[in-house]
Every structure is written in C-alpha cells, then in structure tokens.
C-alpha cells in the first residue's frame, strides 16, 4: 500500500474510513490531504453518494470528497468480512463511521469489540442526534438536522415560508468536528497510548452557528422574528443586507461607524455623516430601511463587479453575490491551490477542492482523483494485509470482496 511523503502532518497515520456520502467522507479527505493512509471501505453496490451518480449530479460531490482514498470492497455481514476488517484495524490508527447509533455493534465490529482487537485506536463516529439521548434512533439527513437546528427556520423573509440553505450546513458541519474530535484524541494517544471513541452529532455541531439568532431572541423573546431575510440575524448590524445593480446583487456590511463613513464617501453623500439617523450604529438598525434605501439607489446604478471594487478600495466589507460557475473559477482560490483543475478519469476535466488546512513550509498533497469501486482491493488485502492471490479469489467467491 502506498505511503504519503514524510513532511505531511499526518504521515504514517492509517485511517479506516467506514462513512458514507458528506459527513465523515468530509472529515476523512481532510486526514487524507494532510497525509494520512485512508481506506474506504465500502459494500459491492458501494457507498450512498456513489450510487446516487446514476440519478445525475452526485458524481462530482463524490469525486471532491474521495481523492487520495483507496476504495475496498468488503462485506461486513460476513464472518470473514468481518475478519477481515479486525486484520485492518490491528494496523490501523483510526476508524470513521457515521452508520446510525447501534448498526456497528449490531454487525459485532462497534467501538468496544475494535478496541479489543487494538487499544490504541481511534474510534470516531458521527450521527444526527448522537449515541444517547432520546433521539438517538431517529433518521437524519441534512435537511431533517436543518429543520431540527433552527436552520429552516432561521432562513428566509418573514412574511414568506421557511426556506432551507443552499448548502449542507449540518453534513459539513460535523464533519470538521468529526475531524476536530479524531484530532484531539489522536494527540491525548500521543500522550497516554491509549486511544478511545469519540462521537460528533449534527445537531450539537450546528448550534452555534445561530449565535446571532440565539442571541436576539435571548434579547427580544418572543418579540423576536424567525427570519430577517438577508439582514443580520440579530438584527444588530446596519447596513447588512443584499443590494441591487445592475446585472445582479452585492452584500454590504458596516460592523463599525468608520465602517458606514467610509460607504457614505463612496457613494458621494459625507453630507451625511452627521445625519441622527446614520451616525452610529444603533441608529442605523433603529433605521436600517433608511439606510438601505440610501445604498440601493446608488449600488442599483452600477455593475456588482464596481460597486464591491469601489467598496473594498475603501476597506468596507462588501462582495459581489457571485454564481456558482464563477465561484468554481475563482482567482484567489486557484492561485493559492485550494481549488484545482483536475483530469479525472471517470469525469473529465473538473475543478476539484484541496483542504482548506494549510500546513506552511509543506507544499499541497497532488490531489489523486477518486477511484473506482474496489479498485485497492489487491493493493490493501494483498499487499497490505498479505494476503495471496488465492486467498482473494476465494474471499471473492465466497462474496466477502468483490
């Protein structure tokens, strides 16, 4: 089996990457591009996200998330699949599962069975609500955490219908506290040389990201609205909103009065810096639709693209609300490395995201596009493991390996 250059982080480190479509896939690429040996071990029909390709649109989400992974085939129903598993993880630092709460002990390979076989493993799991509690046996999936979050509701205008984010929120959120929490007791093994299991839920891990709309409500109570559209979700920012141009929409924000002064120049109007109603920013929020009245009828006579130019020379936050396709192509992102184009063999030329975790004085992983089903079957069992090529044959037909 293949072994990552000796200068990343994560070198030496062997990871059995047991999940499934965005959450613990996303934490074990993390591991995976900071140098760590990954194994994804997946069923013959193969993981979630892989066969949801056939239903368009899942293909390139799966190719984002599995480069630098070796895929395995293995069936865990199986008393051999079974062995087989406790032979990786006796060589193995790390094992990742975000099955629901039960399904491993319930195949006889859960946390405590594992640590017999290796006490020094780490053993991280993730799920919506966690392993105890009282929801601990419901279904989750992003938009089901988003509703029980508060995201949906948090979402949107408030004379219209709760809407969910466009991005996965939950998933990708405990997926980095998967990989925080992996992390962490990593470092106490260091320490002790005794591993343990940790466990991240998608519920805990996306409740602070409401702060804002925690603390307005903690704030106003039931005076509180669920929903401030695009202004802050505390409502304690003025300007903080989405504004017109003329081919399309900028966001601007003033988190200080120097900040609101500096927009007032911009737009010509320094008349108004001692205006009551603009001058500080309480004021402001008590006359946000003022304020945003103000910047629209100026943002709305020019092209996003001037508008966040003017704004950011100033060194006012301000952005244009870019489509996808030009976020894909995005310079700062490319020239750093943390967006690349890749020749994929299954997928063609596509842009394919690196970690976010930049390790300085250590050159970025060359990211390896994401492999077939199976396809380090030999290299991990084989190579790896020892076994001859007589005992996978029979292991395939026997259906433990396809």
Known sequence: MSTSAPNYPLSGVTVIDLSHVYNGPYATFLMAMAGANVIKVEPFQGEHLRSRGDMGGAALPFAMLNSNKQP???????????????????????????????????????????????????????????????????????????????????????????????????????????????????????????GRTVDVSMQDATYASLASNLGMLHARGDAAPARTGNRHGGLGVAPYNVYKTTDGY????????????????VMGHSDLEDDPRFLTRTSRVQNFQAVDDLIERWTQTL??????????????????VRQLSEVMVDENMHSRGSLQWI????????????????????????????????????????????????????????????
């Open 72 to 194: 395995v085939t293995l069936n865990l129903k199986s008393d051999k699949g079974r062995e087989l598993l406790k032979e990786m993880v006796g060589r193995a630092d790390i094992l990742v599962e975000n099955f629901a709460p039960g399904v491993m002990d319930r195949l006889g390979v859960g946390a405590v069975e594992l640590h017999k076989v290796n006490p020094r493993l780490i053993y991280g799991s993730s799920s919506g609500y966690g392993k105890d509690g009282p929801y601990r046996d419901y279904p989750a999936m992003d938009l089901v955490m988003q509703a029980m979050c508060g995201v949906i509701d948090s979402t949107g205008f408030a004379d219209q219908p709760p809407v969910k984010s466009g991005a996965a929120l939950c998933d990708f959120m405990a997926g980095i506290h998967l990989y925080a929490a992996i992390m962490t007791a990593l470092y106490e093994r260091e320490r002790t040389g005794q």
């Open 250 to 265: 900028v966001v601007l924000n003033a988190p200080g009065d120097h900040h609101f002064r500096s927009i007032l120049k």
């Open 303 to 320: 092209s996003k693209n001037e508008v966040a130019q003017r704004m950011l020379a100033a060194k006012v936050p301000c952005a244009p």
């Open 343 to 402: 020749d994929h063999p299954e997928l063609g030329r596509v842009v394919l995201p690196h970690s976010p975790l930049v390790f300085e004085g250590t050159e970025r992983q060359p990211i390896q596009p994401s492999l077939p089903l199976g396809a380090s079957n030999s290299a991990v069992f084989g190579d790896w493991l020892g076994h001859s090529p007589e005992e996978l044959a029979a292991y395939k037909a026997e259906g433990v390996i396809s």
